[in-house]
């Protein structure tokens, strides 16, 4: 705060040097020069001390209220969530991510109290702290560089097929704002991903470099996504492929730890992190007879299926096209977060949504659905976790 105090005392000086300047001179057309030479310094002085203003409270956390993002690093409560505009038919067919089945870590950091560090995660290196904005817990850097990771259960690497997604907001970026590490055994990169450098999404592994542009706005709210088949691995940026790498580097042996570094003075934030295995494709599973899936995405508390829903109801209704006889029976499935009434009518709107989806948009006719909603009366497990909570919301495809 004291730069702002510091810059009329500064506006001031330079007006009283261009003034001799311009009084120690009969010629008028250097007096003009010299003057319009003034205003312009003055208005770089007035900008230089609103950016300075700005760049210390951003620092230094000044004004903000207790326990809030604030103005550094809150998350706008208009801000869409990512994936949310747009249509299903108007994603690319490039974003192909779907979500592991089997949640192994869930952290929307409600379990843990504000100012503290997260109790599912482990401190490398920087200060972090859980704070609350729009009614929604982010873990938050604090200071300029930081390093942390999940407390994952006991295993010897990452399983096979595993699926890793977040979602990441800076008022920046101001440089490599988050990266995500995969280490071995030995502690040697395996992999890293960039966001974001200018802007692209960055990827790295051994001698494996891509460097891609993204297609929207770098600050704000994003939702980042890794998808590894065993030494392949994909990277998303909201409903965009950023990365596609059939082979990683391996060297170094399998990925055993995944780190999160966070490193930018304009306080970035991450929540929702999900890390599952899996999974199977959705239409070997429709071939069984029954789909669960953890891919079908809405606003929170909506009915309205995310344009993120995509790869897997175009797999549906790939499966419905190559199958012409069969019939569905979509149901919607919640966790035990609000009223059993309000959750069976939320269930029952959201598998209807579904399958208007795939009526409307990939043109699937509306008489091959049946829908119903189970609330949260039949849950793959318990609710008393977020883990459990995240596997619990749900839709299921089975044949009629």
């Known amino acids: 705060m004291h730069r702002r105090r510091r810059a009329p005392r500064l506006r001031t000086l330079i007006a009283f040097t261009l003034i001799l300047l311009a009084t120690s001179t009969a010629h008028a057309g250097l007096g003009d020069s010299i003057k319009k030479k003034f205003e312009k310094e003055a208005k770089k002085v ?13 620092v230094t956390g000044e004004a903000q209220p207790e326990g809030e993002a604030g103005a550094a690093g809150e998350a706008p409560a208009s801000s869409a969530p990512p994936g949310q505009g747009g249509s299903i038919s108007s994603v690319s067919t490039k974003f192909d991510y779907v979500p592991g089945d089997k949640v192994i870590l869930f952290d929307d950091f409600t379990q843990d109290e504000l100012g503290e560090f997260p109790a599912q995660w482990r401190l490398t290196g920087g200060t972090f702290e859980v704070v609350e904005s729009s009614g929604e817990r982010w873990l938050r850097l604090t200071s300029v560089d930081g390093r942390v990771g999940m407390k994952l259960p006991e295993m010897a690497s990452l399983p096979e097929f595993w699926t890793l997604e977040l979602d990441f907001y800076s008022s920046g970026p101001t440089g490599q704002d988050l990266t995500v590490t995969g280490y071995s055994k030995n502690e040697n990169r395996v992999f890293e991903c960039v966001f974001a450098q200018g802007n692209d999404m960055v990827f790295r592994s051994g001698s494996i470099f891509s460097s891609t542009p993204f297609e929207g706005a770098i600050a704000g709210r994003h939702h980042v996504m890794l ?3 065993g030494t392949a691995i994909k990277a998303y940026l909201d409903t965009q492929r950023m990365a596609n790498v059939p082979e990683m580097w391996g060297d170094h042996g399998p990925i055993v730890d995944l780190e999160f570094r966070l490193w ?5 934030m991450i929540t929702n992190v999900r ?15 029954k789909l669960v899936t953890h891919g079908i995405h809405f606003q929170t508390g909506s009915d ?11 797999q549906v209704a790939a499966y419905m096209e190559a199958n012409p006889t069969v019939k569905l029976q979509i149901s919607g499935h919640t966790d035990n977060v609000g009223t059993p009434a309000s959750n069976l009518d939320l269930s029952k709107r959201r598998a209807a949504s579904v399958a ?4 409307e948009q990939l043109k699937i006719a509306a008489d091959r659905f049946a829908t119903d909603g189970k609330g949260d009366t039949d849950p793959m497990t318990t609710n008393a ?3 459990g909570r995240a596997m619990n919301r749900r839709v299921e495809f089975a044949k009629l």
Request: with cysteine; glycine share 6%.
């Open 46 to 58: 007035d900008d230089a001390a609103a950016k300075a203003t700005g760049e210390t409270e951003a």
């Open 227 to 229: 998808m590894a088949r």
């Open 264 to 268: 930018s003075s304009a306080k970035p």
């Open 275 to 289: 890390f599952a295995e899996g999974c199977r494709p959705p239409k070997d599973m429709l071939a069984e007879g």
């Open 304 to 314: 309205v299926v995310l344009p993120d829903s995509a790869p897997v109801l175009r």
């Open 356 to 359: 208007k989806a795939l009526n």
């Open 385 to 387: 976790k977020p883990e």
